[in-house]
Antibody, heavy 123, light 111 residues
Framework: QITLKESGPTLVKPTQTLTLTCTLS??????????VAWIRQPPGKALEWLAL???????RYSPSLKNRLTVTKDTSKNQVFLTLSNMDPVDTATYYC???????????????WGQGTLVTVSA | HSVLTQPPSVSGAPGQRVTISCTGS????????GVWWYQQVPGAAPKLLI????NRPSGVPDRFSGSKSGTSASLAITGLQPEDEADYYC???????????FGGGTKLAVL
């Protein structure tokens, strides 16, 4: 059974850098074809895909956040890290990590998702 | 605004059938990328409901079904139950933006 769990600060100040950790179980980041996606949801708003890291360290980023986002992984700990710099109140959201699912060799969607972690940006 | 367009809300009485539309374009749904649907109850993470247009994961009741035609997709829910009250999101991939995209979400009310 695949599970993911996010962890990190619940409150950050404007201009600070956010670092979140996604801890996986049920699959290994060293296995070919696997990865982890990050998705966020501002309160009362829609879901927004942020980034995806593959088993081979290939990463994909949302163009709108590419300059501020970095995703890395520690295969030995089966963890993935999201770093978002220069945080602003508009970045207040629940941040989810999720398992990307491949259909016919292409990542199409995400299942399952972690429980999410709410990050508030406020002075 | 979202790349995929959904109605903000739909409603139906218990036992009725409702549909939720998801309209995209030639660079996402129309490019034959699969459409995925998620159900999100308040305070919880999204849960996969339909994958690759019209496939249900194990455990999802057959009251839920998906379809796709051209640049649009739909989620149908038959035999509405009170526990179906939730937000529903469609999702696909956009090859023009090179991102995975979500709809704006639809709130389902079971009256």
């Amino acid at each position: 059974q695949i599970t993911l769990k996010e962890s990190g600060p619940t409150l950050v100040k404007p201009t600070q850098t956010l670092t979140l950790t996604c801890t996986l179980s049920g699959y290994s980041l060293s296995s070919s074809g696997v990865g982890v996606a990050w998705i966020r949801q501002p309160p009362g708003k829609a879901l927004e895909w942020l980034a995806l890291i593959y088993w081979n360290d290939d990463t994909r980023y949302s163009p709108s956040l590419k300059n501020r986002l970095t995703v890395t992984k520690d295969t030995s700990k089966n963890q993935v890290f999201l770093t978002l710099s220069n945080m602003d109140p508009v970045d207040t959201a629940t941040y989810y990590c999720a398992h990307p699912k491949m259909i016919r060799g292409v990542i199409n969607g995400f299942d399952p998702w972690g429980q999410g972690t709410l990050v508030t940006v406020s002075a | 605004h979202s790349v995929l367009t959904q109605p903000p809300s739909v409603s139906g009485a218990p036992g009725q059938r409702v549909t939720i539309s998801c309209t995209g374009s030639s660079s996402n749904i129309g490019a034959d990328y699969g459409v995925w649907w998620y159900q999100q109850v308040p305070g919880a993470a999204p849960k996969l409901l339909i994958f690759d247009d019209n496939n249900r994961p194990s455990g999802v009741p057959d009251r839920f079904s998906g379809s796709k035609s051209g640049t649009s997709a739909s989620l149908a829910i038959t035999g509405l139950q009170p526990e179906d009250e939730a937000d529903y999101y469609c999702q696909s991939y956009d090859n023009s933006l090179s991102v995975w995209v979500f709809g704006g979400g639809t709130k389902l009310a079971v009256l």
